[in-house]
């Protein structure tokens, strides 16, 4: 098992009317910058509810931000907001982009330089603004974690960036303001957890505690999407999908684990980077391919115990059989969901694959992933997806 040091210090309020607690967890601020993305939380009317509660504090707001959210504008624009009206707090309300965009807003806030030089590593940001959350889509698990992932479309990069100054202060999570996600946002945050959690789980250095958590949290997102999708108003179902989503990407079920490199956030990425594709139906698309590329001697029993705990694949057939059939499985689950399973339903042809493949190879260190992956793998990764 490998050393680790871990602490999420997010406060999570879970359940039906969490949302009333917020004027409590704002009070130690006064000015707030209130962010959320196209509308859809004014049709549901948790816009009103939020400036209902917080009817005695200064609110600014910083609205549009897209899916895979841009550092230009939005970026830049909440943190001239921040800087010029002195902002104490920041409230994100809305899916993992909003959360995103502020988290990296947050940090641009108590820097004089410019913010790209902190999502990029340049810079290593010493403190952030406070974020709390209203999260409304279950999927990325940004909630919970200290990532934040920011597109800047003239270079085509996405880049993802890590630091504990963004974990939020605090999350207001009622499964009820999920119900309203369409059919394809929810499939598409279910194949985003359960590729976190695949990204957790592939790799050399693991332990049974965690290969047990994994199992569960990739079972009961199969059995809960699909019940959101029959019936979006099942609040047992909603959410318990959203606390997998909110679980799967804080590095909780891989501690002790080896690092696997997450391979397929990395290739997905420059997808989304290069065409605004929705990041959870990018994953669901290369998952599969990625692993019909990694299966071999090295790493089928991980295959094989994957296989045999979530399909229930019987354990006595041969080895690669039954890691061919998880493979098979994994599909025909993101199939059965709805998601377009080929990068050209998607909008994608092979015109800039080789660009991609070199952009991945290049920004993303795939040669120290559990299995190494050079340009030409990537290629040929992407190559199997059309
Ligand atoms: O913009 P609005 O009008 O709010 O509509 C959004 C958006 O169009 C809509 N939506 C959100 N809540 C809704 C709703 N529609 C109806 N009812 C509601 N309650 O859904 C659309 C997609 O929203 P978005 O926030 O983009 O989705 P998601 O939460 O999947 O976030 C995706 C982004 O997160 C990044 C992805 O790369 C992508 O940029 N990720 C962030 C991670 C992190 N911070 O840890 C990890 C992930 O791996 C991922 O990379
Ligand atoms: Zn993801």
New binding site residues.
């Given amino acids: 098992m490998q050393n680790f040091d871990y602490c999420t210090p997010t406060r999570l309020i879970f359940g039906k009317d969490a949302i009333e607690n917020l004027p409590d967890v704002m009070k130690p601020w006064k000015r707030i910058l209130l962010t959320?993305?196209?509308?859809?939380?004014k049709k549901?009317g948790l816009y009103d509810k939020v400036k209902g509660l917080l009817k005695d504090f200064e609110i600014y707001e910083l609205s549009d931000?897209q899916?895979?959210?841009k550092y230009n504008p939005s970026v830049l624009d909440g943190v001239k907001i921040c800087k010029e009206k002195n902002i104490d707090v920041i409230l994100a309300v809305?899916?993992?982009?909003?959360?995103?965009c502020s988290k990296a807003i947050a940090t641009g806030a108590k820097y004089d330089g410019e913010t790209w030089d902190l999502i990029t590593y340049k810079v290593k940001p010493k403190s952030a603004l406070p974020i709390v959350d209203i999260l409304?889509?279950a999927?990325?698990?940004?909630e919970y974690?200290a990532?934040?992932?920011i597109s800047r479309t003239e270079t085509n990069d996405?880049t993802?960036f890590i630091d504990p100054v963004t974990y939020p202060v605090c999350s207001i999570l009622d499964p009820i303001?999920?119900f309203?996600?369409?059919k394809k946002?929810t499939a598409?945050?279910c194949a985003?957890a359960i590729n976190?959690v695949m990204e957790q789980y592939f790799t050399s250095d693991t332990t049974l505690l965690n290969d047990g958590f994994c199992f569960a949290e990739i079972k009961s997102l199969m059995e809960n999407t699909k019940a959101c999708l029959e019936n979006p108003e099942d609040y047992r179902a909603r959410a318990e999908m959203m606390l997998c989503c909110t679980y799967g990407?804080n590095g909780i079920l891989a501690l002790g684990n080896s690092y696997s490199g997450w391979p397929c956030?990395a290739i997905e990425?420059a997808l989304?980077a290069y065409y605004d594709i929705t990041?959870?139906e990018g994953l669901a698309i290369i998952t599969p391919r990625w692993m019909k590329h990694i299966l071999s001697d090295k790493t089928v029993d991980r295959f094989v115990k994957y296989g045999v705990n979530v399909f229930d694949i019987d354990k006595n057939l041969e080895k690669y059989e039954i890691a061919n059939k998880a493979i098979d499985e994994t599909y025909k689950f993101f199939e059965s969901i709805g998601i377009p399973m080929h990068l050209k339903d998607v909008g994608i042809d092979d015109k800039r694959i080789d660009e991609m493949a070199h952009h991945i190879a290049v920004n993303e260190g795939l040669e120290n992933a559990y299995v190494p992956l050079k340009e030409e793998d990537i290629k040929l990764i992407l190559m199997a997806s059309l």
Avoid: R
Avoid at 36 to 41: T, V
Avoid at 139 to 142: H, L, N, P, Q
């Fill in positions: 959320y993305g196209g509308g859809s939380i549901i931000i899916p895979n959210p809305g899916g993992g982009s909003v959360l995103d409304t889509l999927a990325t698990g940004s974690d990532a934040s992932v996405k993802a303001y999920t309203s996600v369409s946002q598409a945050g985003d976190h990407c956030h990425h989304s990041h959870g």
